[in-house]
């Protein structure tokens, strides 16, 4: 079956680093685009970064840009979000995703293309 599993969350102060991971089993990874998902008490879910297949290309919301990096180890079927520069604002649970794709180089996700999510790892921030 397949599992994505998070892990690297916790409670960190304003101004720390953390770095989230996925664990995947069950699919061939290398046929999937990942990424990170957000959802905060009394928000939506959103987007916050992409990776294409390869890891050649990624994309971010514009309010984490120059502080959060996503990358992937196809060797290991392992997909990371080095988060730096913590803000109070970043407090949420993340769930890692997975989309199936055919296509090379498309690091961008939604909602509704999303194949498979992870349970989640809950990241707070204090200030």
């Known amino acids: 079956q397949v599992q994505l599993a998070e892990s690297g969350g916790g409670l960190v102060q304003a101004g720390d680093s953390m770095r989230l991971s996925c664990a995947a089993s069950?699919?061939?990874?290398?046929?999937?685009?990942m990424g990170w998902f957000r959802q905060a008490p009394g928000k939506e879910r959103e987007f916050v970064a992409g990776?294409?297949?390869?890891?050649?290309?990624?994309y971010y919301r514009n309010s984490v840009k120059g502080r959060f990096t996503i990358s992937r180890d196809n060797a290991k079927n392992t997909v990371y979000l080095q988060m730096n520069s913590l803000k109070p604002e970043d407090t949420a649970d993340y769930s890692c995703?997975?989309?199936?794709?055919?296509?090379?180089?498309?690091?961008?996700?939604?909602?509704?293309?999303?194949?498979?999510w992870g349970q989640g790892t809950q990241v707070t921030v204090s200030s």
């Open positions: 995703a997975a989309e199936f794709r055919t296509t090379f180089g498309v690091a961008t996700m939604t909602l509704e293309g999303i194949d498979y």
């Open positions: 069950g699919l061939s990874f290398s046929n999937y685009a």
């Open positions: 990776i294409s297949r390869t890891g050649i290309s990624t």
